[in-house]
């Protein structure tokens, strides 16, 4: 499985900005495409970005088109997530994991927490 630790989490108020970085390991990084995923108190895991191995083309689950950019360095074997003009509803665990996965993903790491609150 790969392996990623994320990182970045804070609380921070609607209408602010943060960054999650995630490291992974344990396997050929540019052969993947990774993406982000957060799981809401009481929720399933849901995707929200992914970037592509090899053209660094992007997905972004609806709610956060236009606010939330994804990003990859390979030299730092890291994926990132800007979150500009943050939301509650953005609020959870945020999660790097290889896209595709589901719910039912039995790989995830630790996660960053993120808290929308004013």
């Known amino acids: 499985q790969l392996q990623f630790v994320e990182s970045g989490g804070s609380s921070v108020e609607p209408g602010g900005s943060l960054t999650l970085s995630c490291i992974g390991s344990?396997?050929?990084?540019?052969?993947?495409?990774i993406g982000w995923f957060r799981q809401a108190p009481g929720k399933a895991h849901e995707g929200v970005s992914c970037?592509?191995?090899?053209?660094?083309?992007?997905w972004y689950e609806d709610s956060v088109k236009g606010r939330f950019t994804i990003s990859r360095d390979s030299a730092k074997r890291s994926v990132y997530l800007q979150m500009n003009n943050v939301k509650p509803e953005d609020s959870g665990i945020y999660y790097c994991?290889?896209?595709?996965?589901?719910?039912?993903?039995?790989?995830w790491g630790q996660g960053t927490r993120v808290t929308v609150s004013a």
């Open positions: 970037i592509s191995h090899n053209d660094d083309s992007t």
């Open positions: 344990g396997f050929t990084f540019d052969y993947y495409t």
């Open positions: 994991a290889q896209c595709g996965v589901d719910d039912n993903y039995d790989g």
